[in-house]
């Protein structure tokens, strides 16, 4: 987490970039990294695996810890339900606890699970470091450790003590943001609204979104994150993105909830040309909000089978099967837009 800096402003490559461009604002001018633009997706989530194995169901007694990160997000409590689901199948008894987005109260679940005596645990890591204490007494127990989100940034290895990782594709959601955006506004002007609390994934996100946002050749204008993460906390960070940017094109969020508030505040300023980006939902709603126009692209993921894979690999990890496990996996989804809205299936 100490590495990964929250972005708060332009980088060298923005500044460079704005630099070249001279201040030419004619018709023929191109964005700075236009001859940059990829033309497939070569980031470092290109060769993981896109799934766990799936085991076969022993009869083995069993009981699973599941330490949720914040089951009010409606993606995650979709994620939980795909757990539960395939838990029950299995019949295999799964103790959820939610930290709320605290590591403190994240770290006291765990040693509470190890003292259940829980058989393996699954793991949304609030701050992955933090539980390093508590990963090494469940390494001790010789009791496995799942989680998702653990290692955001997949060209690094993946931290001691998890014995398996399932990654949301945060790298390929902020390549196809990028994408749309550019295909959509080429050399358009983009913000990103962050998250204050010290979530890790989020945090990748945001400076992945940054990074493939001006290989598109997009202009990255500045970042500005919600102090919580309700709406209560989006509506006055979409605001102040606004206010120190009029002349945005896009605003890029990081779930339903965050594209919903950003597509009011945006209709309510009189900027309804600001086009909202999103990744990691696809909810009804949000579906609704694509096919009016409030809401240009979501990347929806797969979050029930996330959560089934999750329970699939501590399964797996418990009664033997199928390893090693594959250090990292990542499920991918889909960009949803005008074009397709019709066809998909809300997240929900």
């Not at 960070?237 to 965050?258: F, H, M, R, T």
Request: hydrophobic share 40%; glycine share 10%; net charge negative.
């Amino acid at each position: 987490m100490d590495t990964r800096l929250l972005l708060t402003g332009l980088t060298l490559t923005s500044v460079l970039a704005l630099a070249g461009c001279g201040g030419d604002t004619s018709a023929d001018a191109k964005p700075a990294a236009a001859a940059d633009r990829p033309t497939a997706y070569d980031g470092p989530a290109k060769d993981l695996p896109e799934n766990f194995p799936v085991p076969k169901d022993t009869g083995e007694d069993m009981t699973i810890g599941y330490l949720q990160i914040y089951g009010a997000l409606p993606t995650l409590a979709v994620q939980q339900r795909g757990a539960e689901a395939r838990a029950e199948e299995l019949g295999v008894e799964l103790i959820v606890k939610d930290a709320e987005l605290n590591p403190q109260k994240q770290v006291s679940q765990f040693d509470e699970l190890l003292a259940e005596g829980v058989d393996a645990i699954v793991v949304y890591p609030v701050v992955p470091e933090s539980l390093g204490p508590a990963l090494a007494k469940a390494e001790e127990a010789g009791i496995p450790v799942i989680a998702t989100n653990a290692n955001p940034d997949v060209s690094q290895p993946l931290g001691e003590g998890y014995d398996a990782d399932l990654e949301a594709p945060i790298d390929r959601e902020a390549y196809a943001m990028a994408e749309f955006g550019a295909d959509a506004q080429p050399g358009g002007k983009f913000g990103i609204i962050g998250n204050a609390a010290p979530i890790a994934a989020l945090k990748y996100m945001a400076e992945r979104e940054q990074y493939w946002g001006e290989r598109f050749g997009l202009e990255f204008v500045g970042q500005v994150d919600a102090k919580e993460d309700t709406a209560a906390g989006y509506g006055p960070a979409v605001s102040e993105l606004i206010a120190k940017n009029p002349d945005i094109d896009q605003i890029w969020v990081y779930n339903d909830l965050v594209a919903l508030t950003a597509s009011t505040v945006v209709k309510s300023s009189g900027m309804d040309d600001v086009k909202i980006i999103s990744n990691s939902g696809a909810g009804e709603a949000v579906l609704a909000a694509i096919k009016s126009g409030d809401i240009a692209m979501s990347y929806q993921l797969p979050w029930a089978d996330q959560g089934e894979a999750l329970i699939n690999a501590a399964y797996g990890s418990v009664t033997g099967q199928h390893l090693p496990l594959p250090e990292m996996v990542s499920l991918q989804g889909i960009a949803i837009t005008a074009d397709n809205v019709d066809d998909a299936t809300p997240t929900e």
